[in-house]
């Protein structure tokens, strides 16, 4: 016989995996951490570190340039965005770097398309079936610590053969706000499950907005994947997914929250593993960039090349990597985007292998296969 309080506990958990980040497990033997976070809309690399000595920076930009009148020098050509204090401080102590004029194969403006050839490390969309996340695991010492994606599914860079356990796809849709809302009003009463569903939904707001609570959330997750970190049979392998950067509209101050959230969720990671950030790599990176001129809504729109950004303890940082194109009219992709000179898989490739002390041949031949013959971009860690 089933009782109230049985059938609502029963309701609750099932709800709690619906709402709860998922996590997925992985075996990987090594004491170093790697955190992936993917910037989901495509992040503006223009806006985040600024060719504020581009001649043609300044009028292609308009209102958005005014974020850098005063901002922190990267070097002679680049700045940083002010919402990226914490990060900039890495900077300061060589423990950051960003690569410029950067993107994976994809060259279409597809936010879906992009993102599966990001995740998966192929040469097109939907080309290759499994992640490049869940491929490293077969690249790096094998053994009994654990990968994590702290997100609402299982994203598809950690996907594939290699063993995630407790990954459940589900079929259902997500609930509407309106249902969420009356199952909180359902549960007010009772001590026990009221606690439950509160906690659910706090973790639900983790992930879905990075700059709400202003960036209080962002710092939670953060944290939170600290503690997962950190433990000593805990994770050693995270990816973390960030949405809210397709910016067609009103981009000033939206990119400004969206950064300051980065940065706080940043602050936190490093915050929380304390001396572990000395075993530590951080890559951050988006399916692909915006385009230079800013639009008539005061947005920009799907673009190409970006910026990417590597932190940690042993991160050769305070540098801009980049074969720095120029935003001239004649220079631009297509002659509307940044155009790219890097390639974000021989970035990522590089950052992998440097890492885990892996070959970067056989990084760049298992990570992205139709890439094989690749060289990594070296140099990224101190000797």
């Known amino acids: ?7 609502i506990g029963t309701g609750a958990m099932s709800a709690l995996a619906l709402l709860a980040p998922r996590m997925a497990w992985a075996k990987a033997e090594t004491d170093k951490r790697f955190v992936f976070i993917i910037q989901r809309g495509a992040a503006d690399g ?15 930009r308009g209102v958005l340039a005014a974020d850098f009148d005063g901002a922190v020098r990267l070097d002679a050509m680049f700045a940083l965005h002010p919402s990226l204090a914490t990060i900039g401080g890495f900077y300061a102590r060589d423990q950051a770097l960003f690569a410029h004029a950067i993107a994976s194969p994809y060259r279409d403006r597809s936010h879906f398309d992009g993102q599966n050839v990001l995740e998966t490390g192929g040469a097109g969309a939907y080309r290759v079936k499994d992640g490049w996340m869940n491929r ?9 610590a654990k990968a994590i994606a702290v997100a609402a599914t299982v994203p598809m860079a950690l996907r594939g053969s290699r063993e995630v356990a407790s990954y459940a796809p589900s079929a259902l849709p997500d609930a509407s706000d309106d249902l969420l809302q009356r199952v909180t009003m359902l549960y007010e009463g009772d001590s026990q499950l009221h606690s ?12 879905s907005d990075l700059a709400g ?23 050693r392998i995270a990816m973390i997914e960030t949405g809210g ?9 939206r990119l400004g929250a969206q950064l300051k959230g980065l940065d706080a969720m940043i602050g936190a990671l490093q915050a929380g593993l304390g001396p572990l950030w000395a075993d530590t790599m951080v890559l951050v ?28 303890g042993g991160v050769k940082g305070g540098r801009v990597i980049a074969d720095w194109p120029g935003l001239e009219a004649s220079a631009l992709y297509e002659g509307r985007d940044l155009k790219p000179t890097m390639q974000l898989d021989a970035f990522i490739g590089g950052a992998v292998a440097s890492h885990f002390g ?3 041949k056989r990084t760049m031949m298992t990570l992205f296969p139709n890439t094989p013959d690749t060289p990594v971009v070296q140099g990224l860690l101190r000797a």
């Open 245 to 253: 950067w397709d910016t067609h509209a009103q981009q000033r101050g």
């Open 46 to 60: 223009l806006g985040t570190v600024a060719p504020v000595a581009d001649p043609a920076f300044a009028g292609a």
């Open 358 to 360: 892996v070959d970067p």
């Open 213 to 235: 609570d202003n960036g209080r959330n962002a710092a939670a997750t953060g944290t939170l994947a600290a503690k997962l970190l950190a433990a000593p049979d805990g994770a």
């Open 285 to 312: 990176a988006t399916e692909f960039g915006r385009t230079v001129a800013i639009n008539g809504t005061g947005g920009t729109d799907h673009g190409t090349a970006s910026s990417a950004m590597l932190m940690g």
């Open 1 to 7: 016989m089933i009782d109230r309080r049985s059938l």
């Open 136 to 144: 490293m695991l077969g690249v790096i010492p094998s053994g009994e």
């Open 196 to 207: 439950l569903w509160s906690e659910a939904m706090s973790t639900r707001k983790l992930t």
